[in-house]
């Protein structure tokens, strides 16, 4: 595919009314045919609560939408939306360093993560996240991602309310 194409699939998908499910996934589609993603999953996020929601995700059964983290739980978190640079974990080793759910994630069968702050006027209003095999994710898929991401901004800015369930 390429990047025309992608934004093309992404535009078209602005024209349903199943938002932002069709802009999600034509974006999903498109970073999986640009870059390569085994999971992907987008975390909207909402900073007056401190909070992270997950608003898509392909593999629901595992990561379903809607669950909740705390920002202060999870540092690699933290450190993204703080800084607002994109992070790469390229290895077991690196994931064991920055996630608490490292297990989790490997047993997706990945080993490699891409996370990529979402803006809108200054603001962090998401992060789409890739998963994949051990050192797949290189600086050169940063700008890809990035500019696909921001293609489906409409979907980032449609956010729903924050479900207020318990966190676990």
């Not at 939408?65 to 920002?71: A, F, Q």
């Amino acid at each position: 595919m390429k990047m025309s194409h992608a934004w093309l699939a992404i535009a078209d998908a602005h024209r349903h009314t199943d938002q932002p499910g069709a802009t999600l996934r034509a974006m999903d589609e498109a970073i999986d045919a640009l870059v390569g993603r085994t999971l992907l999953t987008v975390l909207t996020v909402y900073p007056d609560d401190g909070v992270v929601e997950r608003s898509y995700s392909n593999l629901t059964a595992r990561y379903p939408v809607g669950g909740l983290k705390r920002i202060c739980d999870t540092p690699r978190l933290r450190g993204v939306l703080e800084t607002g640079e994109v992070f790469i974990a390229q290895t077991r080793e690196d994931i064991i360093a920055n996630y608490p759910d490292a297990e989790t994630i490997f047993a997706t069968g990945c080993s490699s993560v891409l996370n990529v702050p979402v803006f809108w006027r200054e603001q962090i209003v998401a992060t789409v996240n890739l998963l994949h095999t051990e050192g797949f994710y290189e600086p050169v898929h940063i700008p890809i991602v990035r500019s696909v991401a921001q293609a489906a901004l409409p979907a980032f800015l449609e956010r729903l309310p924050l479900q207020r369930q318990a966190l676990s």
